[in-house]
């Protein structure tokens, strides 16, 4: 009974606590900064590109198989949901401006926002992905 409470909202509340978000002086014209925007597209785009890439290139180098009933739309809405994540990314984005206090703010909104579109796009993908049944492994 407390499961969904705990998955889908506790433990999303403490980790980005426990990550040091903090919306404290946020404005909606934040959204519209530079290093906001690169962030949040460089986790966005990076995240779908590098997984799905690196999935694809191994599939068709014979390193790899596709899971059985995997369909590639299913295997690219998993490749949104990888970025998802934002603890790496807070930490890597405070690294690259470090020394400067006045870019964490939209460093941490970028990271946000970004994540919440690789959650809804990804969430959207799958669901509307055409369920498949397939042999053990797909190709």
Do not use: N
């Not at 009974?1 to 909202?9: E, K, N, T």
């Not at 966005?44 to 694809?56: A, N, R, S, T």
């Not at 998802?84 to 926002?113: H, Q, W, Y």
């Amino acid at each position: 009974m407390l499961h969904p409470w705990s998955a889908y909202l506790v433990l999303p509340i403490f980790g980005f606590a426990d990550a040091g978000v903090s919306l404290a002086g946020f404005t909606p014209s934040m959204l519209l900064d530079p290093v906001t925007l690169g962030v949040a597209l460089g986790l966005f785009l990076g995240k779908q590109i590098g997984v799905f890439g690196f999935v694809l290139a191994a599939v068709k180098l014979g390193w790899a198989r596709r899971p059985a009933g995997a369909s590639w739309l299913q295997v690219y809405g998993v490749s949104l949901l990888c970025g998802i994540g934002f603890t790496m990314s807070l930490f890597i984005g405070l690294l690259a401006f470090a020394g400067r206090p006045d870019l964490e703010a939209e460093t941490k909104i970028g990271v946000l926002v970004g994540s919440l579109a690789c959650m809804g796009l990804g969430a959207l993908v799958l669901r509307l992905a055409p369920k498949r049944t397939a042999s053990r492994y797909a190709s």
